[in-house]
């Protein structure tokens, strides 16, 4: 009886030292692919910026494809790229107002460019004085030219609006 446990001890060894030896054929799982909402709008709004090239490209209004362009490419947070097609619409329909107010949004809010900013709401201005978003891109550059000068004043502003 004593050969015959020590004859299993030895084969339990022996096969524990083989088994150790082979490769493992579990392959872990592969990591599960999390795609986030982010992830998710900027496809959608990949594939649209392609569908509204096609679409609008039909149309003989390039002013209004390029600012569509241009707002698509911020959404990506694509600064500069918005930027350059709210440019080009800008040049190719001399009265497109909303480029021009584009321009300014996108100097001012996402590449912290206050002066340009300012000069794009002042084409804005000329193009469309009585557009409905006029006065408050009045507003706006006033303040802006006020902080430029060093002089801001947020209660005088306040009061200011208040009277209106």
């Known amino acids: 009886m004593k050969a015959q446990t020590l004859f299993l001890s030895a084969l339990a060894v ?5 088994l150790a030896a082979q490769p493992s ?8 692919v999390v795609l986030t909402q982010a992830d998710l709008r900027r496809a959608a709004y990949e594939a649209r910026v392609d569908e509204v090239v096609t679409w609008r490209t039909t149309l003989a209004k390039p002013g209004e494809l390029l600012t569509d362009m241009g707002v698509m490419y911020r959404q990506l947070k694509e600064f500069p790229k918005a930027l350059a097609a709210f440019r080009k619409a800008a040049a190719a329909s001399p009265t497109h107002p909303q480029s021009r107010m584009n321009i300014g949004v996108v100097l001012m809010h996402d590449l912290n460019d206050p002066k340009g900013a300012i000069a794009a709401w002042e084409d804005y201005l000329r193009v469309a004085p009585n557009d409905p978003n006029a006065e408050n891109i009045r507003r706006s550059i006033e303040e802006l030219k006020s902080r430029a000068e060093g002089g801001t004043d947020l209660d005088k502003a306040a009061r200011e609006f208040d009277k209106q």
């Open 14 to 18: 022996f096969a524990a030292t083989q």
């Open 25 to 32: 054929f579990t392959a872990p799982a592969p990591a599960p």
